[in-house]
């Protein structure tokens, strides 16, 4: 499948940055099937999941993620996203985006959080 996630860059702790998922191989029928969802890892750690979201909005999140990040998707445009907010140092890891379950992994994108 080959997800593209992007947006990733180095912020100053507090910052924000946007993250998208697009899925330029998925066709619009196939894409609306799917719950997406967002892992990261970060150094020297295992993959965790972030959050996920249904075709229909509804999403679910992390502990670590509850009122800091947010995921949304536009199903038109086959993308989804995550908004980092109040981001912590500890928050510095490869950012990756699939459908939930799957082992297609693509490119993740790398945040990094200074202090």
């Known amino acids: 499948v080959q997800l593209q996630a992007s947006g990733g860059g180095l912020v100053q702790a507090g910052g924000s940055l946007r993250l998208s998922c697009a899925a330029p191989r998925l066709i619009f029928s196939t894409y609306v099937q799917y719950v997406m969802a967002w892992h990261r890892q970060a150094p020297g750690k295992q993959r965790e999941l972030v959050g996920s979201i249904t075709s229909g909005g509804s999403t679910t999140y992390a502990d670590s993620a509850k009122g800091r990040f947010t995921i949304s998707r536009d199903n038109s445009r086959k993308m989804t996203y995550l908004y980092l907010n109040n981001l912590q140092v500890e928050d510095t890891a490869v950012y990756y985006c699939?459908?939930?379950?799957?082992?297609?992994w693509g490119k993740g994108t790398l945040v990094t959080v200074s202090s």
């Open positions: 699939n459908i939930l379950g799957s082992d297609d």
